[in-house]
């Protein structure tokens, strides 16, 4: 192996008091080629590549073997370098979001391109969440901020400078939920709340353990976001284009159908963005159970109002005042829309038809229930063919489309349609056009309300049949 220098001991002159020491090195180690395989990652990758070098620096060796002191240290240096290496390919895998495997990893990559995964993971991620509704009671506060137990229990020693800033009473009671959160009283989960609110930093970080957790039960979860993200990037959120307006609009859990136009106003461009709301409730109608048909249906709308603003970072709607949708949708259209563009907010026109229909039963049904079929499906209720944002802006009404829904009723053999009109003496009957033309912001409805005819009546006279 390598030599070790020589040293001689030399006198001047034969002079015994003058000797100097001179030392030989041994000749340099040829130099290290560059041939080296970068590709190299593995134990005998290194090995190989090593003992190679070693016998090519000393060919006048003809026999390695495990016992050498060389090889033992070769192969000792393979091992520390295979895990090197295999721990340079882990961080490499993580920097890339098509192959990071660490949950961690893959959120900060969607979040850095603009993607909240824990906001989009969807309830059965269950992620806590630290602001409940305005009508929340006690029982569901309590178990919004049981979500956040084991949080609690391992992180809030790190976050005592929160827990400083509340009163020794509240320290105590903020102790009681530690203790027993299911019996804890109401002060208690006061006590919690304002430690939330106190420290943001532990809810995202609560938020984004449960959302790891969940992605560690459910790879496929993570590989959704995965794929998501980089689609987020090209969905248009933006309000620029008229198209834009009314795509945003539609996004809105309110807004069933949206057109936008726009119209000079003498000084500039202005916006205007008609929509079709669900029950056909209009922009300056209150939203309350009875305007959208029901508490069920306000609840639903309510939290999937609330939701829709969390996603988009808008501000939480104050439900107790009963805001209308153009109170709901304001700051919406206002965080979205270019700076300086006037955007005014319009109702659909709502084009009423007067409808006439002779239908011939079958003899083995009752001609009540043809009729009750009839009008169901000619209603305004969900999955009638007038309900609220089937029909488009500006989309004719086809008599062949009212006949095809009639016949499509068991029971009916016939279908003459008599009258086929908006309703209006100044409207002709279109029974025999077979078409009724609309356009603009017009929509054809007919709701069939004997104390609003003005938005359509329907008149069925049935032949046949059994009476009953």
């Not at 009639?406 to 009258?419: F, P, Q, S, T």
């Not at 309300?449 to 009546?457: A, C, F, K, R, S």
């Amino acid at each position: 192996m390598a030599e070790q220098p020589s040293s001689e001991l030399y006198f001047a002159d034969g002079c015994s008091d003058c000797g100097y020491r001179q030392v030989k090195l041994p000749d340099p180690l040829p130099k290290v080629g560059d041939d080296f395989d970068w590709l190299v990652r593995d134990y005998d990758g290194f090995r190989l590549f090593m003992l190679e070098e070693l016998a090519a620096r000393f060919p006048e060796r003809r026999r390695w073997t495990p016992a050498d002191m060389e090889v033992v240290i070769v192969e000792t240096m393979s091992v520390v370098l295979d895990q090197l290496s295999d721990m340079l390919d882990r961080v490499q895998t993580e920097a890339f979001l098509e192959t990071a495997r660490r949950p961690e990893s893959v959120r900060r990559l969607l979040e850095m391109i603009g993607y909240d995964a824990v906001n989009l993971a969807g309830s059965e991620a269950k992620i806590p969440d630290a602001t409940g509704a305005a009508s929340e009671d006690e029982a569901t506060r309590r178990a919004r901020l049981q979500t956040f137990y084991l949080a609690l229990q391992q992180y809030r020693s790190d976050y005592q400078d929160a827990i400083d800033e509340m009163t020794p009473a509240q320290q105590a009671n903020f102790q009681v939920f530690i203790d027993n959160p299911a019996g804890a009283p109401l002060v208690a989960l006061d006590a919690v709340q304002l430690f939330l609110d106190n420290a943001p930093e532990f809810v995202m970080r609560a938020r984004n353990d449960a959302l790891h957790n969940y992605w560690t039960l459910y790879p496929y979860a993570m590989e959704k976001a995965r794929a998501s993200g980089p689609r987020a990037i090209h969905t248009q959120k933006r309000m620029v284009t008229e198209g834009d307006y009314a795509e945003r609009l539609e996004d809105h859990p309110l807004v069933l159908r949206a057109h936008a136009y726009s119209r000079w106003t003498g000084s500039w461009n202005t916006i205007y963005a008609a929509m079709v709301m669900i029950e056909n409730i209009t922009l300056d109608v209150p939203l309350t159970a009875g305007s959208v048909g029901g508490v069920s249906n306000l609840a639903l709308l309510q939290t999937g109002i609330d939701q829709f603003n969390q996603q988009h970072e808008l501000g939480d709607v104050d439900w107790a005042i009963e805001p209308t949708p153009r109170i709901v949708l304001r700051p919406y259209l206002d965080a979205y829309r270019m700076a300086a563009q006037e955007v005014f907010l319009q109702d659909a026109r709502f084009a009423g038809i007067n409808i006439s229909l002779s239908v011939r039963v079958a003899n083995n049904y009752f001609q009540s229930e043809i009729r009750h079929a009839i009008i169901r499906a000619l209603s305004t209720a969900l999955g009638g063919f007038f309900a609220p944002g089937r029909l488009a802006f500006g989309e004719d009404l086809h008599a062949g489309d009212i006949i095809e829904t009639v016949m499509k009723i068991d029971g009916v053999e016939a279908v003459c349609l008599n009258r086929f009109k908006r309703v209006g003496k100044r409207y002709p009957n279109q029974a025999d056009a077979g078409r009724i033309r609309l356009d603009g912001l017009e929509i054809a409805t007919c709701n069939n309300d004997t104390q609003n005819p003005g938005l359509g009546i329907l008149r069925v006279v049935l032949h046949g049949g059994q009476r009953g």
